[in-house]
């Protein structure tokens, strides 16, 4: 059997090399490769369905990352032993995908559509998200199915002072950025990432860099369509039209919904004024078929597009009457929960969050066992997004793409103003649950954990606040408006999505989606800068409830004690089989746990009361520690022999008393001195060179007085 295989490498420029190759694995797809780098290989597959579904008006785009544990010679946990459903790093890299295809789909393809792409291969030192996007837009452009493509997805990461495209996972601890970056050879449409406070204009330095890379890797699918011979695209017709329908309900209803739009209305009372209007017109329309019946409704949504992006561009008014740059009233409340050892509201317009901290110990942290990613994390944050907060009934189903990846955002934003391990002890969880939505919740989640930590008495170096940024403009692209703080229908109707946070130094986290082509570089940093201003404003707002950490934890927090031991006693610690520390956890009531880092035993000590934390404490050190000349020590006798006793001073270790160091007086036995148990207080005076120690009790006890002489002598 022969093969058609057709591979294009693309030189990054710096000795590495990626490889795309088509036509060996998976061929029944309609568009499948494999992305090489170093040992990193994905298989990309796509399939899309012939027709598209009856009544389905939008893109049914499903993207799926999957992780086979034995690309990294693993097998999995868990019961089962085998993958199961998405991790969160495996959703959050499917979400990155997701993002950069679907605005490149035609508006009017509504077959169901799956891309799934397998990690099937990796080299630990070369991460594979940043090579996701380009094999699924690869799969595509290989394939008869409709795509405005290509795009690929780069990282891009400063280290040392140097941009690099694609750095090595081992070279990343040093970045002061890092960015996924999405676009097609002439524009960016997706950006996500965190950073070290940097400037508005390092980001799109670094932005424009990543440009320059996805350019080559586009051209390179370009070439790839040509060899494949897929230039020609599969014909479809997925939407019923009625243009004379359309003209009708534009003239009829455009006035009225342009008038609801500028009278500043609540949400509520806005969409039901909007509802009303869609219903009066379709009466007129009598009896009509489902088919009319949609398009009407579909032509009405564009109608309110038009009408509200038009009242922005032309009055530079909003929904809400605000202006392009004012921010929602803003108020907020810590310490709102007494029994949570953090706590805080934010509220900002029709957008509420109610945050918690929990502080846990280090049995507390979160176990990552994915195929590439795996380890312990102590900063945890979720986020949670009931139906109740749009005024939906909605089954609670658990966390879903949605909230993992807003969730992750505001993780990544507070994780760069945490204290360092050494002043944290704490594994440290945030939980935001929203309450009220009406415009970005992942930003308010950033402000009240920010409020929650300080409540906590967390050393964060820095307050965080976070902004969602619109952007509206024509069709020419000769006009457009940046709106800072977004309202849900602003996100929905605009052509940008734009997230900034960032401290009152610099920018700390972005997540950008983009609708349409052409954004200028220039309108790109001119969002970045009204955001800061935006950014800025909010933090003034969050200083009036809370400047700083607290000085202390709540007093119900629990407490952590970290000492240092030498590596040989962290065996005597533990016990056999557990046997010395459990005993220590049961009696004391605290919960400890002891690793070795750099050859020197850490052991935590954790518990929500002083007295249990002294008690682990004093056992502890009774056992690590070593005996010490000079030192006074509380000894049980284990022993009496016939010239002393022997005396245990700490677990383990015992020293000779001789009866001459018993007391000043002489003794001529031991008989009747000591019994076996009794405790007696002791001095070391000395350890010789075969590690015997040897003990005074006489040297504790005041000496005689010397007897004065009599007048006779």
Known sequence: MSLNVIKKVIDLGDGRTIEIETGKLAKQADGSVVVKMGDTMLLATVVSSPEAKEGVDFLPLSVDYQEKYAATGRIPGGFLRREARLSDYEVLISRLVDRALRPMFPEDYHADTQVMISLISADKDIMPDALAGLAASAALAVSDIPFNGPISEVRVAKINGELVINPRLSELENATLEFIVAGNEHDINMVEGESAEIQEEELVEAIKFAHTAIKIQCLAQKELTIETGKTEKRVYNHEHSNEELSKAIYAATYQQVYDIASSASAKEERAAKFKAVRDAYIETLGEIDDITKSLAKKYYHDVEYDAIRNLVLDEGKRLDGRSTTQIRPIWSEVGYLPSAHGSAIFTRGETQSLTTVTLGAKDDEQMIDGAFINGYQKFLLHYNFPGFSTGEVRPNRGAGRREIGHGNLAMRSLKRVLPSAD??????????????????????????????????????????????????????????????????????????????????????????????????????????????????????????????????????????????????????????????????????????????????????????????????????????????????????????????????????????????????????????????????????????????????????????????PTENN
Request: aromatic fraction near 4%; include cysteine; glycine fraction near 10%.
């Open 423 to 708: 002043e944290n002890p704490y594994t440290i969880r945030v939980v935001s649950d929203i309450l009220e939505s009406n415009g970005s919740s992942s930003m308010a989640t950033v402000c009240a954990g920010t409020l929650a930590l300080m409540d906590a008495g967390v050393k964060i170096t820095a307050p965080v606040s976070g902004i969602a940024m619109g952007l509206i403009t024509n069709e020419m692209g000769t006009k457009h408006a940046i709106l800072s703080d977004i309202l849900g229908d602003e996100d929905h109707l605009g052509d940008m999505d734009f997230k900034v946070t960032g401290t009152a130094k610099g920018i700390v986290a972005v997540q950008m989606d983009l609708k349409i082509n052409g954004l200028s570089y220039e309108v790109l940093a001119e969002a970045l800068n009204q955001a800061k201003d935006g950014r800025l404003h909010i933090l003034g707002e969050m200083a009036k409830t809370i400047k700083e950490p607290r000085a202390d934890y709540k007093p119900h927090a629990p407490r952590i004690v970290t000492i240092k031991i030498d590596k040989e006693f962290i065996g005597a610690v533990i016990g056999p089989g557990g046997k010395i520390i459990q005993e220590m956890q049961r009696e004391t009531g605290a919960t400890i746990s002891i690793e070795e880092v750099n050859n020197v035993g850490i052991v935590q000590i954790f518990a929500d009361n002083k007295a249990s934390i002294d008690a682990a404490l004093g056992r502890i050190r009774a056992i690590a520690s070593k005996p010490e000349v000079g030192e006074i020590y509380e000894g049980k006798v284990k022993s009496i022999m016939p010239f002393g006793a022997f005396v245990e001073i700490m677990p383990g270790k015992d020293g000779l008393l001789h009866i001459s160091e018993i007391d000043h007086k002489r003794f001529e036995s031991m008989d009747g001195i000591f019994q076996v148990g009794d405790e007696v207080r002791v001095k070391l005076l000395d350890i010789d060179k075969q590690g015997k120690l040897k003990l005074s009790r006489k040297a504790l006890l005041p000496k005689p007085e010397a007897k004065k």
